[in-house]
């Protein structure tokens, strides 16, 4: 029972706090001042605020901060193996520091290693912790410049990245990760820079406890997407997630930004109903996700499961089995990664459904910005196929749909799964790369497709069952990561510009009306049709067939 309240609370939670977190979001991005903390950034990085971007600028500035990101980081991962205990750690191999820098910087989070025997403090918190906030910020100002092409005319302007960037930043993420730090210490969550100590058990044995700044980096990760562990075992740690308590914060903390802003796109486009539209969808896509996973759970096949009640194995036994689920389905659907069980363990058709919330996209709701431009570029899908039902030109917000734009969109849509299922072919047709599963059959070409689904997809969680620290893997799934995080930037950046500059249709009688309930679900059905098109074959062989078999 306490677990399903935990699924209550949390749903409670976020509906309360997304609108004023979505109207405070909009307000932060329409406002004309800088805060003169924002202009002393503005001079140590020699940006002209007042300065607006057409597309193309505004995403050169994008590329170039993200591969200065990527130096930065890898130079630092190498130097911090250097450093001794608790500062720095040894055990990060250049091939290993590529994969973690890419992994960070593209707001993805996939670990290749042990997070309390690889990363020192200085790596956590001036490494992993600044990119945290970096990447969300990237992700973020890149769904608020697709607002604005969607809701200004005949401009060519877009923005300006770095004001974007430095306000997501100063304005939104500091203050809420203060907030959730503070909530977790109060819950019991570690905050401290201390090293590995030595204590004696209650059976009088003798162990060594890690320390860390746990709470600090906990609250960016959950809220920004990043969803890498201190520990290795993620959000299951008592460290990291001391109680059901804290476990719905964390849940709340990984939803929040990305169903806000939704609210956002309301608010900034001048029709809140648009806003209430995407939220359905989202909404709808996160429930059925959650319903199937925890069915999933109880229903599984056996005579120890049906004993216990459910299938238990590799669930956190503070958290249940709903606890553990909606943690899931939250982590995966929020493209966060995060963890508070073993998503390996998870019965056959929930993780289908894990990996499915990845290969749709994300939208429901999806990452930090990617979520909302992943559900927009869904709905302006369906906007052109319901234009062409009811014989009109496709249009949405006053935009009309024209080929350019369903190029761009097609290019979107199909970017994900190629980076999937080229990487998973490549990986299953390779025998090195074979060795690395751990698993046989349906279940181990489950583990290499949810690898680079959650690579691809910026996800950063996985079927433990795959040893992905080795040269081939970091190399490959870092590849999956930028291309299946650069280039819908682009494209979407792209699609902002072209909306911008075209001149506002006319809504009349025969308008396709979008904030309408049987638009949500035109949404919705345009979305699963979409993914089970491109997916189909290959969650037929892996997942599919490992509940069969189960």
Known sequence: MAAWLQIAAIAVLVVALHVPLGNYMASVYADTRHWRIEKLCYRLIGAQPDDQQRWVKYGT?????????????????LTQ???????????????LAFNTAISFVTNTSWQNYPGETTLGHVGLLTGLGVQAFASCAVGMCVAVVLIRGLSQQRREQIGNFWVD??????????????????????????????GAQSITTIAGGHQRILGGPVATWESIKLISGDGGGAFNVNSAHPFENPTPLANVVEIV?????????????????????????????????????????????????????????????????????PGSAIFGQAATASADGAANSAYDSFAGAGGAVLMLNMM????????????????????LLAA???????????????????????????????????????????????????AAMLNTGPHGLSEVLYAFTSAAANNGSAFAG???????????????????????????????????????GVITAGTLRTQAPSFVFLIVGATLIIVGLEYLPALALGPAADALRR
């Open 384 to 434: 052109f196929l319901g234009g062409l039902m009811i014989g009109r030109t496709p249009e949405y917000l006053k935009q009309q749909l024209h080929s350019r734009h369903m190029k761009l969109i097609s290019l979107y849509i199909l970017t994900l799964p190629a980076a999937v299922l080229v990487g998973t072919a490549v990986a299953v047709a390779l025998p090195g790369e074979r």
């Open 253 to 321: 903390a990984m939803l929040i930004i990305p169903v806000a802003l939704i609210r956002t796109f309301g608010v900034m486009v001048g029709d809140k109903k648009q806003g209430w539209a995407l939220f359905a969808v989202a909404a709808i896509l996160f429930a059925v996700g959650t319903g199937a996973v925890a069915a999933s759970e109880f229903a599984a096949h056996g005579t120890v499961i049906q004993s216990a009640g459910a299938a238990t194995e590799g669930t956190e036994a503070r958290f249940g089995v």
């Open 360 to 379: 749709l996209g994300e939208v429901a709701p999806g990452g930090a910005g990617s979520g909302l431009y992943g559900l927009v570029m869904m709905t």
């Open 466 to 504: 795959l040893s992905g620290n080795t040269t081939w893997y970091n190399v490959g799934l870092a590849l999956a990561m930028v291309v299946g995080r650069f280039l819908p930037i682009i494209v979407v950046l792209a699609l902002a510009g072209t909306f911008a500059a075209q001149r506002a």
């Open 61 to 77: 500035s994008v590329l170039a901060f993200s591969a200065v990101s990527v130096l930065f980081l890898y130079a630092l991962l």
């Open 81 to 95: 193996t250097r450093l001794a205990e608790p500062w720095g750690r040894k055990g990060m191999t250049p091939a």
């Open 165 to 194: 960037l430095v306000r997501t930043v100063l304005r939104i993420l500091i203050p809420l990760s203060i907030a959730v730090t503070v909530l977790l210490i109060a819950l019991g969550a570690t905050n401290n820079m201390h």
